[in-house]
Structure formats: C-alpha cells, structure tokens
C-alpha cells in the first residue's frame, strides 16, 4: 500500500473520519504535518523506537570512518541517539532538528553535547563545516530530500562522507507491514493527508544511490542492517506507530473508531507470532544504509 501520496477524501460514505480532522488536514501542509507531529511525540519516540533507531548507529559510523576529533553533524537529530554515538568515538558532534520539543529532549539525554534547532534543508551552518553527516532515519520526513542532500554537500567539506538510513520496505520491515496491511483490510488509506515523498523511496536501493549521485557524491555504498523492535505486552507496533509516529499516526488518526479497533485487534493478532519465551515481541525491522564520499 501507499503511505503517503496525499489522498484526499472521494466522499466515501463509510468512511466516517471526523470533520473536525478533515478541516485540519485540509488546511496543513506535509512540512507542517511532520513539524506538529514530531513536536507532539519527542517522548514517545523516545520510548517506543529509541531502542531501535541506535541498532544501526555503529554501522553508520562506521561507514562515515568517525574517528577522535572528527567534526560530525547528527541531521535530523531528534532525541540524540547518533550524536551521542559519535561522541563516544571521539567527534566533535554537534546534532540539529526542525523540532524544539526533540533539540530540548536530546538536551535533556545528552547535556554534554550541542544541539540545535535547524531544518535539514536550510542548514545553520557554514560551507565546509564537517567532515561528517549522518542523517539517521530522517530522509522520509523531508519535504524536498534532495534539498536536504544539497544542504549535507555544502556543509561537508572535500573529503568529508554523507550517510543516512531509512527503514527497509515492508516486506522486511515487519513491524510496518502489520500496520499497514491492517489499515488495508480494516480500515481506508483514502484519507485527507497532505502530499509527501513517497515514505518507503530510499528504501529502494538504487534510488539512494542516484539521489547521492545527482547531489554531487561520489562512491555510493548501500546496504541492509538487521535491526529489532522489542516491544513488552500490551504494546504491539499498532501503539508504536500511533504514538511514537508522525505520519502513519496520521493515517491512523483518519480511521473511524470501529475501523481504529479493528487495526489494533488485527495488528495485535500478527504480532503473537513474534513472541519469545520471556514474553517480548521482537519484530524484525532492517534499515537500508547509504554512504557516499564528497571528493
Ligand atoms: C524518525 S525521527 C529520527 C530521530 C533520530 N535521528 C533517530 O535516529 O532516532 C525523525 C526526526 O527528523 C526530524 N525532522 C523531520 N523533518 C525535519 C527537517 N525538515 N529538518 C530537521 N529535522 C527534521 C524530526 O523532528 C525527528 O526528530
């Protein structure tokens, strides 16, 4: 299924999301859409996928070759997780995110490191200012992602390394797929949601490849990294998307309550199959990994 094209509501009668939801996604737009949310959600995000996002930090850093002294931008930073990574190799990290409420959460885990309020694409920050950016699970929140690339080009300087994750396509990442196939068969995708990139494009290796290309990198490296999502009863990926997420949350928000109920039961039902022994729901959820060099 789409998560993300902007569907806009074709007056389907069972379809019974609220006016009042109907009013206000009619007048945001996705930069707006994604600003509210992570505005909203810095601690649940922290909650719910903190665990998980930071599985892949190691192999991020280890692409972008983070060694002591290294001058390191953490792009769309949120709660830290990256920046702090980084600063425990021994970089001079600093971290910078669209959202106050996640620059002041990331501040509140980590007071020793620096953090900033900016947009990934109109970076505070001078031309040939790093040696390194990593752009940790945020490409599919950007309105303009090349703009976002060309901004990571301008700050890095010649010789410095770009890398940025995004979760693997649904028929790997697992937790996704339960969500959305739930949405399809419970509930409507056909929901007043503003128009946005495509949520799952750079999870298509080829097209992580060609985005770095054309932003004018070079070497491009792309590859999968296993990563888990451990959830404890009664918390299923239902609860993680919809109060840890921007925009599946939103997605979820449209549903009418019979439809919401529904999402949850079924969602509830797939997770059981993940289940250990100690009661955890480990749900596979891989990342795709791109780097790339500015020469
Ligand atoms: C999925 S979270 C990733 C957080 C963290 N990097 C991690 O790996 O867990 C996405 C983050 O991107 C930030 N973000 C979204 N759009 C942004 C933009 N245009 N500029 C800067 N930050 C943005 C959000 O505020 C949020 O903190």
Redesign the pocket.
């Known amino acids: 299924m789409r998560v993300s094209q902007g569907h806009t509501v074709a007056g389907a009668p069972e379809r019974k999301a609220s006016n009042e939801w109907e009013a206000r996604m009619g007048q945001v737009d996705f ?1 707006t859409l ?2 509210q949310g ?1 505005e909203r959600v ?1 601690q649940p ?1 922290h909650t719910y ?2 665990d998980l ?2 599985q892949s930090n190691p192999a991020m850093l280890d692409a972008l070759g983070i060694g002591r002294g290294a001058r390191f931008l ?6 830290g ?2 920046a702090a990574a980084a600063a425990r190799r021994g970089a001079d990290v600093t971290g ?4 106050a409420a ?1 620059v002041d959460k990331a501040r509140r885990v980590f007071p020793e490191l620096e953090f900033r309020i ?4 109109d970076l505070p920050f001078p031309d040939d200012s790093f040696d390194a950016v990593g ?4 490409m599919q ?3 303009h992602p090349e703009r ?1 690339l060309a901004e990571a080009f301008r700050v890095l300087q010649p010789g410095g390394r770009i890398a940025f ?1 995004v979760s693997a396509t649904p028929d790997k990442a697992v937790g996704f797929a339960m969500v959305l196939k739930a949405i399809d068969e419970h509930g409507t995708t056909d929901v007043p949601l503003p128009p946005g990139p495509p949520f799952f494009r750079f999870s298509d290796w080829e097209e992580s490849r060609r985005a770095l290309l054309d932003a004018g990198f070079v070497q491009p490296v792309v590859r999968e990294v296993d990563q888990t999502l451990v959830l404890r009863a009664p918390d299923t990926p239902f609860h993680a998307v919809m109060r840890g997420g921007v925009r599946i949350a939103a997605m979820l928000n449209a549903q009418t309550p019979a439809a919401l109920a529904s999402i949850e039961q079924a969602v509830a039902y797939d997770a059981e199959a993940y289940r250990n022994d100690a009661g955890e729901l480990r749900i596979p959820m891989p990342c795709v990994l791109a780097s790339a060099l500015k020469a």
Do not use: Q
């Open positions: 930069s994604e600003h992570w810095a995000y996928f903190g996002t930071t953490d792009i769309a930073s949120g709660p997780y990256l910078v995110d669209f959202s996640m900016g947009d990934a694409e752009i940790s699970f945020g929140h950007f309105p976002a994750t």
